[in-house]
């Protein structure tokens, strides 16, 4: 099993709303990501969990904000967000092998409209 | 911070003509992946090159890593119109292994 599934594929909610995005893989890797892409633009890194820790955060506001519960699971809690977050948002998983070898699988995204 | 660029930004070929995007970074990659992302839809791994002047092929797509390990290239021959899509390079550097850069993107139309 190659994949990495999020849920759910669409949200639209206003800028008072609190939501969370979710990520699942079975694959046993131990780094996840959460990458934004707007359209027309490549993904952009926003945070990686390796070994269920927050090891990178590439300074994201306050208003997104991550949650790993366990070594299958991502979440990505959202609150208060503006119309300009409205973006394909994006996770990923690796192994973690050797450092020059880690191979990233996408999910199919969350497509998120902020109103 | 690093940067990687990719031209063309846009191409449109007839079917059956070949195909390269160029992809370069303005920092040495531990490595170098690309990826191809259909119309709505997301990122799909396709190889990785780890060694300088690696080559690697896949049926009709050929993978270039440069000796100096700042550029990469992707040839796709007679192209078909399921290679339309959106080929992205993403590098990772030397010092943080778990950080990967998208490049800019080469977006390819394919006319029957």
């Known amino acids: 099993d190659t994949e990495v599934t999020q849920t759910p594929k669409h949200l639209v909610m206003g800028m008072t709303n609190k939501k969370s995005l979710k990520c699942e893989q079975h694959m046993g890797h131990r780094a996840m990501y959460w990458y934004k892409q707007k359209a027309k633009k490549p993904p952009e890194l926003m945070f990686v969990y390796s070994y269920e820790k927050l090891s990178i955060n590439e300074s994201v506001p306050s208003r997104f904000s991550p949650e790993c519960p366990n070594s299958s699971l991502l979440n990505l809690h959202l609150h208060a967000l503006q119309p300009e977050d409205s973006a394909l948002y994006l996770c990923?998983?690796?192994?973690?092998?050797?450092?020059?070898?880690?191979?990233?699988?996408f999910g199919p995204g969350t497509r998120l409209t902020v109103l | 911070g690093q940067q990687v660029m990719q031209i063309p930004q846009y191409q449109h070929v007839q079917e059956g003509e070949d195909f390269t995007t160029y992809c370069n970074s303005s920092?040495?990659?531990?490595?170098i992946q690309w990826y191809k992302q259909r119309p709505g839809g997301h990122p799909v791994f396709l190889i990785q090159?780890?060694?300088?002047?690696e080559v690697k092929k896949q049926k009709r797509l050929t993978f270039q890593f440069g000796e100096a390990k700042k550029n990469s290239s992707l040839h796709i021959t007679a192209t078909q119109t399921t290679d339309v899509g959106t080929y992205f390079c993403a590098g990772r550097s030397s010092g943080g292994y778990q950080k990967v850069t998208f490049g800019t993107g080469t977006k390819l139309q394919v006319i029957p």
């Open positions: 090159l780890v060694k300088s002047g």
């Open positions: 990923a998983s690796s192994q973690l092998t050797s450092g020059r070898t880690d191979t990233q699988y």
């Open positions: 920092t040495t990659l531990s490595n």
